[in-house]
């Protein structure tokens, strides 16, 4: 039966999907004064976490800091609702350090579900968005299951893994979003109408059980951090939760391996059931076994879904066996072999909008004013799509107000490596954010996300007044300390008792407090034993800070030349339309992957896959000449 469409009311911005990539659009566009829609399929789905019931992690706890950094909400919930926080990689340097926080499932999508619907210039509807409104190529809102017409300057889609959603576990399927929520079908078939190229990837997640029949004897407790420290810039070390809930760790073994290979045949990965390509980073256990066939046993975490409940997840088992194959792998594993299934783990494949019909401010070459971000970009994790999402809902609030665009570069912020990733290179597989992906990552650490990115923030009307007075006090603390240990003279007397302590030489002259701090064994703390605190007060941010920058002073000039030189390869813009087959000597493939991709700057031309530096060379000189052959407007 024809659903007869009518028109309802008219907006700024329009959010489809209330995960976590558009509840961060959502928020920064209605905060930046723009009237904002969030239609969602199921506001009980608000924010929700339907795998790992965790924030950040490496690379990822970055994304967190900096979204927290530009005015997002992910680091400030979290910090609510938190059981566990730890610090990973402390006994590594501060570029791959990171936060990684165990959430209260539940109490996240109710408190963030709170901050949406206190939103002033917020709408939070429920309803199912089935079409869009194009004319003329340009996005003018959408169209609901019920007929609901919305208008708007502009739209950002968050599906995730609801569009076009398959559930599958052994030989049972059905078309599903995650957990078993309604999947958004038609909407998927509305773009392909458009002309959007979508793919199929798959994800999964692994099977909970009840925590009161863990043997937790047989497991090894992780226990959280002593030390206080959050995800949001704003939160107080006061509020640090002194009473943690501990994850605990397990492991496979030959008998779990065993089960998995007598089964292989029933799993949907090898069986040929599942089409969608899976997370190469992420793995469920049963590629895990036959991929790395030689280890005799995998890590396996137990983890608490939330204080008010008794559901462990099973953190690292990921898989879509049968249910009944999945008990007797659980119960091979030391600590779970009593352990009751809860919910079976499951795989959900879903569709993706090739990442390369994305400009750098999300928004879609093919329709205007039209924006994507999160899972349906080809990303996993809630952070890297809380990353986009909040890139997204500050675009399209600058396009609705008629502004130019907010774009990221690599050296600024690890957003800004995703989406480039994405966007320059796309993606064959769900892509991950790592630390090895970012070439500047000594610059684009966790503790310095506030000095990269707040000043943004603030000239974007995400950032309060107060809380930049605090962060500008902050950042001219942090330049009066690293004068004053660049003035001060630490003498052999001075050093004395610490050099003794260390079982190290006693100085034969004075040395500047600053290059003192450079060694290895010497800590601010140290410096301020012998010199003296400041006549300022100095907490441990701005310390971590002064000591950071003094010991990796060399490093970071070193990364900050590079990062000149790459500002001006990003100068050198490309223009619009260009037709590279009218460039002379460009190699067929440079052709074809400028034309598929149309860089925006010769920066981001030279990290296109199968453009070498010959091709760079040559276009550089063609758009200096001014000689631009442009490819003709489509009809």
Same mark, same amino acid.
């Given at each position: 039966?024809?659903?007869?469409?009518?028109?309802?009311?008219?907006?700024?911005?329009?959010?489809?999907?209330?995960?976590?990539?558009?509840?961060?659009?959502?928020?920064?566009?209605?905060?930046?004064?723009?009237?904002?829609?969030?239609?969602?399929?199921?506001?009980?789905?608000?924010?929700?976490?339907?795998?790992?019931?965790?924030?950040?992690?490496?690379?990822?706890?970055?994304?967190?800091?900096?979204?927290?950094?530009?005015?997002?909400?992910?680091?400030?919930?979290?910090?609510?609702?938190?059981?566990?926080?730890?610090?990973?990689?402390?006994?590594?340097?501060?570029?791959?350090?990171?936060?990684?926080?165990?959430?209260?499932?539940?109490?996240?999508?109710?408190?963030?579900?709170?901050?949406?619907?206190?939103?002033?210039?917020?709408?939070?509807?429920?309803?199912?968005?089935?079409?869009?409104?194009?004319?003329?190529?340009?996005?003018?809102?959408?169209?609901?299951?019920?007929?609901?017409?919305?208008?708007?300057?502009?739209?950002?889609?968050?599906?995730?893994?609801?569009?076009?959603?398959?559930?599958?576990?052994?030989?049972?399927?059905?078309?599903?979003?995650?957990?078993? #929520?309604?999947?958004?079908?038609?909407?998927?078939?509305?773009?392909?109408?458009?002309? +959007?190229?979508?793919?199929? +990837?798959?994800?999964?997640?692994?099977?909970?059980?009840?925590?009161?029949?863990?043997?937790?004897?047989?497991?090894?407790?992780?226990?959280?951090?002593?030390?206080?420290?959050? +995800?949001? +810039?704003?939160?107080?070390?006061?509020?640090?939760?002194?009473?943690?809930?501990?994850?605990?760790?397990?492991?496979?073994?030959?008998?779990?391996?065993?089960?998995?290979?007598?089964?292989?045949?029933?799993?949907?990965?090898?069986?040929?059931?599942?089409?969608?390509?899976?997370?190469?980073?992420?793995?469920?256990?049963?590629?895990?076994?036959?991929?790395?066939?030689?280890?005799?046993?995998?890590?396996?975490?137990?983890?608490?879904?939330?204080?008010?409940?008794?559901?462990?997840?099973?953190?690292?088992?990921?898989?879509?066996?049968?249910?009944?194959?999945?008990?007797?792998?659980?119960?091979?594993?030391?600590?779970?072999?009593?352990?009751?299934?809860?919910?079976?783990?499951?795989?959900?494949?879903?569709?993706?909008?090739?990442?390369?019909?994305?400009?750098?401010?999300?928004?879609?070459?093919?329709?205007?004013?039209?924006?994507?971000?999160?899972?349906?970009?080809?990303?996993?994790?809630?952070?890297?799509?809380?990353?986009?999402?909040?890139?997204?809902?500050?675009?399209?609030?600058?396009?609705?107000?008629?502004?130019?665009?907010?774009?990221?570069?690599?050296?600024?912020?690890?957003?800004?490596?995703?989406?480039?990733?994405?966007?320059?290179?796309?993606?064959?597989?769900?892509?991950?954010?790592?630390?090895?992906?970012?070439?500047?990552?000594?610059?684009?650490?966790?503790?310095?996300?506030?000095?990269?990115?707040?000043?943004?923030?603030?000239?974007?009307?995400?950032?309060?007044?107060?809380?930049?007075?605090?962060?500008?006090?902050?950042?001219?603390?942090?330049?009066?300390?690293?004068?004053?240990? #660049?003035?001060?003279?630490?003498?052999?007397?001075?050093?004395?008792?610490?050099?003794?302590?260390?079982?190290?030489?006693?100085?034969?002259?004075?040395?500047?407090?600053?290059?003192?701090?450079?060694?290895?064994?010497?800590?601010? #703390?140290?410096?301020?034993?012998?010199?003296?605190?400041?006549?300022?007060?100095?907490?441990?941010?701005?310390?971590?800070?002064?000591?950071?920058?003094?010991?990796?002073?060399?490093?970071?000039?070193?990364?900050?030349?590079?990062?000149?030189?790459?500002?001006?390869?990003? #100068?050198?813009?490309?223009?619009?339309?260009?037709?590279?087959?009218?460039?002379?000597?460009?190699?067929?493939?440079?052709?074809?992957?400028?034309?598929?991709?149309?860089?925006?700057?010769?920066?981001?031309?030279?990290?296109?896959?199968?453009?070498?530096?010959?091709?760079?060379?040559?276009?550089?000189?063609?758009?200096?000449?001014?000689?631009?052959?442009?490819?003709?407007?489509?009809?």
């Amino acid at each position: 039966m024809d659903i007869k469409e009518f028109d309802s009311e008219t907006y700024d911005v329009i959010v489809v999907g209330a995960g976590h990539a558009g509840s961060e659009a959502a928020l920064a566009a209605a905060r930046m004064g723009q009237k904002t829609l969030l239609i969602t399929i199921n506001l009980d789905m608000v924010a929700f976490m339907p795998c790992n019931p965790s924030v950040g992690g490496p690379a990822k706890g970055i994304v967190v800091r900096e979204i927290d950094a530009l005015g997002g909400e992910m680091g400030r919930n979290i910090d609510k609702t938190y059981i566990q926080m730890r610090m990973l990689n402390t006994g590594k340097g501060p570029a791959v350090r990171a936060l990684r926080a165990q959430a209260d499932k539940n109490m996240y999508h109710r408190m963030m579900k709170d901050v949406l619907e206190d939103e002033p210039n917020l709408t939070l509807r429920q309803g199912i968005a089935e079409k869009l409104i194009v004319e003329d190529g340009v996005c003018k809102g959408i169209v609901t299951a019920t007929g609901a017409r919305y208008h708007a300057k502009s739209v950002v889609l968050t599906a995730g893994t609801s569009s076009r959603g398959k559930i599958i576990i052994g030989e049972l399927m059905y078309s599903s979003g995650p957990n078993n #929520s309604i999947p958004s079908i038609k909407l998927s078939e509305d773009l392909e109408k458009h002309g +959007f190229k979508l793919t199929r +990837f798959k994800t999964g997640t692994p099977p909970r059980v009840n925590k009161n029949t863990i043997n937790f004897d047989e497991t090894i407790e992780q226990p959280g951090d002593k030390e206080p420290n959050h +995800f949001s +810039f704003e939160t107080p070390d006061s509020n640090y939760l002194q009473h943690q809930i501990s994850c605990w760790m397990t492991y496979t073994n030959a008998d779990t391996h065993k089960i998995i290979r007598e089964n292989l045949d029933r799993a949907p990965m090898f069986s040929g059931v599942i089409k969608g390509v899976g997370p190469r980073y992420c793995p469920s256990i049963e590629d895990k076994i036959v991929r790395f066939a030689d280890k005799p046993r995998h890590q396996i975490f137990l983890e608490p879904e939330g204080k008010d409940t008794k559901e462990y997840y099973v953190g690292d088992f990921s898989t879509s066996m049968p249910e009944e194959v999945q008990l007797k792998m659980l119960h091979s594993v030391a600590g779970l072999e009593n352990a009751k299934l809860m919910r079976p783990g499951y795989a959900i494949e879903y569709d993706v909008i090739e990442p390369w019909q994305l400009k750098l401010n999300l928004e879609t070459k093919i329709v205007k004013n039209l924006f994507t971000a999160g899972q349906m970009n080809g990303t996993s994790g809630y952070e890297e799509a809380a990353g986009q999402g909040i890139m997204a809902g500050i675009n399209a609030a600058l396009r609705a107000e008629g502004k130019d665009p907010f774009i990221l570069r690599r050296d600024e912020a690890y957003i800004g490596v995703l989406i480039d990733d994405l966007v320059t290179k796309g993606t064959n597989e769900p892509y991950r954010l790592l630390t090895s992906r970012a070439e500047y990552r000594l610059i684009l650490r966790h503790d310095n996300a506030d000095l990269r990115l707040t000043d943004y923030g603030y000239k974007l009307g995400l950032i309060s007044d107060k809380r930049y007075d605090a962060f500008k006090e902050k950042r001219q603390t942090i330049e009066m300390e690293l004068k004053r240990l #660049s003035r001060k003279m630490i003498t052999p007397k001075m050093a004395l008792p610490f050099l003794k302590a260390h079982d190290l030489k006693p100085l034969k002259d004075g040395i500047l407090a600053d290059h003192f701090l450079r060694r290895p064994e010497v800590h601010y #703390s140290d410096i301020i034993d012998m010199i003296g605190e400041a006549d300022y007060p100095v907490d441990r941010r701005v310390a971590e800070q002064v000591e950071i920058a003094t010991k990796y002073d060399g490093y970071i000039k070193k990364e900050k030349m590079r990062i000149e030189r790459l500002k001006k390869m990003e #100068s050198k813009k490309i223009p619009e339309r260009i037709d590279y087959t009218k460039v002379d000597s460009l190699a067929t493939e440079a052709v074809q992957k400028l034309t598929k991709i149309n860089p925006q700057t010769i920066a981001q031309a030279s990290r296109i896959s199968g453009v070498n530096p010959a091709d760079i060379g040559i276009l550089s000189v063609y758009i200096e000449q001014g000689k631009i052959a442009k490819l003709p407007e489509a009809k």
